[in-house]
């Protein structure tokens, strides 16, 4: 915690803003975790997602979360804002409906009649009665007149159930219908058994062992599967029915039951050891502390100051959603050694294991984010992609907890060129090396990802299309993977290999149709596709169409501009993306996806901020010389399309990626490409923040000027002196000091006209 310190003190305006640390008693931080809405994004189904989350309760990439359970049996949609009632607390580590959970069971404090089911012992709330906060979950059931509690540890748990009516309360443990088993132990007033749920990614011998600690006596218990109860019966073992157990407590009216609660993939013992090392003899209220004090600590590293009062709790909730994942996958034995079950290989091992993260998704703004935040948590986890490749053979690209053949891309290779260049190099980079060697140039075995199409890509420059599934988009990314292999390989003074991929790094302009100046699917035989549509969503593309996926080139936008005829062409070609109508074509899905519904309902013309392949897309205007339009797109996408409510984001919020856009926007710049030392100016949103970088060193970050009219940059000031770049380095922020911008409610051009004022770019 000493890496933590006090910064200047914050502004006083009426409630709006952060209170200065000189109101807080004793040394204690100010409190940023009342400014957390876990219910952000949880108001979404199927057909629309405004971020397809649940209220995740747990500690930064703890390795379990806790979250209310409004969801029938297998549904990915764990929790629903429009739901009514509840039918189960969950430990749960799913990181997406789509992907869904694994290693899952749930808890439910049921009285009156035994019921099991889920929606038997469900139970109606009231929204007023539920307190959501990333360390604590409170509420009401009301059928149940039972009051429900959850405080996290990172691999344990204390729930309070306490009954608001005399009579005998049930506690139903729900193991699921993927297998399982369950002991009961009466005496011990203790529970133990495993769940073997997934949804795929793990070996055969895969579980998720827990214990159970109850300080109530047992009435009576059973088992039941499916709706059948057997009283009495204290074991059970089940393959593939829904199954589980109950305890039935003699309670009195307002006295709490104690549930603690702790699990492992390693071991039933292993598990009884995580109860014991973290919950001890601690109290319900002192774990609830410790959670609110680990949260604080991390939210306290980015200390805003603001007169607005959503703007703030926007800014504090997707920086919690920053936090959660890759979760930790890795344990401590009775030696206090670091081993881990390895979801690749089935076996235990020492040494670093993370899951739960699309690459896809976050090689973009996440992992930017803790190379910038978090240097040390992220060598850990760029050990760990080391470890999964020695252990499974293969790197991951969507570790969930382990192989999962969704997405595209290799991009661990990104994770790593942005971690090496940054400087971040307590890993084994010669085997990272080797790791995404063997992607690019031999085809993966059926079990794992790799590169699909990568024979053709290698022979041709490009994936054709019809051949594979969304070549054109694959081209794009194996391209950019090429780009960061290159950047891994200067970092590790391969200089003949990084020249190699340098070449590669090129394909990129073999899926470029000049006439149309889109990216486009082409095939095996040298054409371009003739039937095309830049409003059709799949085919040659991934969950967009070519309006999106054209700006995918984030390792050299000068060669797309140059590709497109010069900068006037560029910026038409951009400004087109908002000027179209929202107009689409379904294309190759049966369906119109939820992507094109949000897309329609953002109201930005082609521009889907709601998916990740575009996001980036706006900072692009500094490439081209008019960084004000980046500066008032910036503002909009912020301004439009996230609130701190449950309908809070435009589409799925992705392990972070659109929370991490989010926060890194509000501070003025964002990684464009990650795999270089660069960061794109924006628009800063707030009047002050301070950056408390982990070697100790503090940035602040001012925007001077009406922060709600003023979005246009006038003048840069870095540490007293004038900036005149569309960029600023990553060293540079290392350094700390202060960055400050003069804004102006018209548009404006600070920054120099040289080549070297322009952000990156290869060519």
């Known amino acids: 915690m000493d890496r933590f310190f006090m910064v200047l003190l914050l502004m006083g305006v009426l409630n709006a803003c952060i209170p200065s640390a000189k109101e807080q008693p004793g040394d204690s931080l100010p409190d940023l975790v009342q400014y957390v809405n876990p219910l952000m994004g949880t108001a979404s189904t199927f057909e629309f997602s405004h971020g397809n989350l649940y209220p995740a309760i747990g500690l930064p990439w703890g390795m379990n979360s806790w979250t209310p359970q409004t969801g029938e049996l297998g549904s990915g949609w764990i929790y629903q804002y429009l739901k009514d009632s509840i039918n189960g607390f969950r430990q749960t580590h799913q990181p997406s409906p789509w992907m869904n959970d694994y290693g899952t069971f749930a808890i439910m404090p049921v009285t009156g009649q035994l019921r099991t089911s889920l929606s038997a012992r469900a139970s109606s709330f009231l929204r007023g009665e539920e307190a959501a906060m990333p360390h604590f979950y409170r509420v009401n059931l009301k059928d149940h007149q039972v009051i429900a509690e959850v405080v996290p540890a990172e691999r344990a748990a204390m729930l309070l159930f306490t009954p608001q009516s005399a009579g005998n309360l049930h506690l139903v443990l729900d193991i699921f219908n993927k297998g399982g088993a369950v002991e009961i132990h009466p005496e011990e007033r203790k529970i133990t058994g495993y769940t073997r749920y997934n949804s795929g990614g793990v070996p055969e011998n895969f579980a998720n062992y827990f214990e159970l600690q109850i300080d109530a006596e047992f009435v009576d218990y059973g088992v039941w599967i499916e709706n059948e109860l057997k009283s009495s019966v204290n074991e059970l073992e089940v393959k593939d029915k829904h199954a589980g157990c109950y305890v039935t407590l003699g309670s009195t009216a307002g006295t709490p039951v104690e549930v603690r609660c702790a699990s492992s993939f390693i071991s039933p013992r292993q598990a009884g050891l995580n109860l014991t090392s973290e919950l001890g003899e601690r109290s319900f209220d002192e774990l609830k502390q410790d959670g609110f004090d680990r949260w604080n600590i991390e939210l306290n590293r980015i200390r805003v100051e603001t007169t607005r009062m959503e703007k703030l709790k926007t800014f504090y909730t997707t920086l919690y959603r920053s936090l959660l994942f890759p979760r930790q996958f890795y344990e401590f034995n009775e030696e206090g050694t670091m081993i881990h079950y390895s979801p690749y290989d089935g076996k235990i091992h020492e040494g670093y294991m993370y899951a739960d993260n699309g690459f896809w998704d976050t090689f973009r703004a996440v992992f930017p984010f803790f190379?910038?935040?978090?240097?040390?948590?992220?060598?850990?986890?760029?050990?760990?992609?080391?470890?999964?490749?020695?252990?499974?053979g293969w790197l991951p690209i969507w570790p969930s907890p382990g192989y999962r053949k969704v997405m595209i891309g290799a991009h661990g290779a990104s994770l790593?060129?942005?971690?090496?260049?940054?400087?971040?190099?307590?890993?084994?980079?010669?085997?990272?090396?080797?790791?995404?060697?063997?992607?690019?140039?031999?085809?993966?075995?059926?079990?794992?990802?790799?590169?699909?199409?990568?024979?053709?890509?290698?022979?041709?420059?490009?994936?054709?299309?019809?051949?594979?599934?969304?070549?054109?988009?694959?081209?794009?990314?194996?391209?950019?993977?090429?780009?960061?292999?290159?950047?891994?390989?200067?970092?590790?003074?391969?200089?003949?290999?990084?020249?190699?991929?340098?070449?590669?790094?090129?394909?990129?302009?073999?899926?470029?149709?000049?006439?149309?100046?889109?990216?486009?699917?082409?095939?095996?035989?040298?054409?371009?596709?003739?039937?095309?549509?830049?409003?059709?969503?799949?085919?040659p593309f991934t969950e967009g169409n070519a309006w999106h996926y054209t700006w995918s080139v984030f390792h050299d936008p000068q060669g797309l501009i140059d590709l497109m005829g010069g900068g006037d062409n560029f910026i038409l070609m951009m400004d087109s993306v908002f000027n179209q109508p929202p107009d689409f074509e379904t294309g190759t899905y049966p369906y119109e996806i939820h992507e094109i519904t949000e897309m329609v309902a953002a109201g930005m013309g082609q521009y889907a901020h709601g998916n990740q392949p575009i996001q980036h897309m706006i900072y692009l205007y500094n490439y081209a010389g008019q960084p004000w339009k980046a500066q008032y797109r910036v503002r909009e996408v912020m301004d439009k399309l996230y609130h701190p409510v449950p309908e809070g984001y435009c589409g799925d919020e992705d392990n972070g990626q659109s929370s991490a856009w989010y926060v890194f926007s509000a501070l003025g710049f964002y990684p464009v490409c990650p795999g270089i030392d660069q960061y794109v100016f924006g628009s800063p949103l707030f009047e002050k923040v301070t950056l408390q970088l982990q070697d100790g060193k503090s940035l602040t970050i001012e925007a001077r000027g009406d922060p709600s009219a003023d979005r246009y940059i006038r003048s840069v000031m870095l540490n007293g002196q004038p900036y005149r770049k569309t960029w600023i380095s990553h060293g540079d922020l290392l350094q700390g000091g202060s960055l400050v911008f003069e804004m102006t409610g018209k548009p404006a051009d600070p920054f120099d006209d040289d080549p070297d004022s322009l952000p990156y770019s290869m060519s």
């Open 371 to 392: 190379n910038l935040m978090y240097p040390e948590e992220n060598a850990a986890i760029m050990q760990w992609l080391v470890n999964a490749y020695e252990q499974g």
């Open 416 to 539: 790593f060129a942005d971690a090496m260049v940054k400087g971040i190099r307590d890993f084994d980079m010669e085997k990272a090396l080797e790791a995404v060697m063997q992607d690019a140039f031999i085809p993966a075995p059926s079990y794992a990802p790799g590169r699909d199409g990568m024979e053709d890509y290698n022979q041709l420059g490009y994936v054709p299309y019809p051949d594979y599934r969304e070549a054109s988009a694959k081209t794009l990314e194996y391209a950019y993977d090429d780009f960061c292999i290159r950047q891994m390989a200067g970092v590790l003074g391969r200089d003949s290999l990084s020249g190699v991929f340098e070449k590669r790094a090129y394909n990129y302009k073999n899926v470029f149709h000049e006439p149309s100046k889109l990216m486009r699917g082409r095939r095996k035989d040298g054409s371009f596709i003739t039937e095309f549509s830049p409003v059709a969503w799949g085919g």
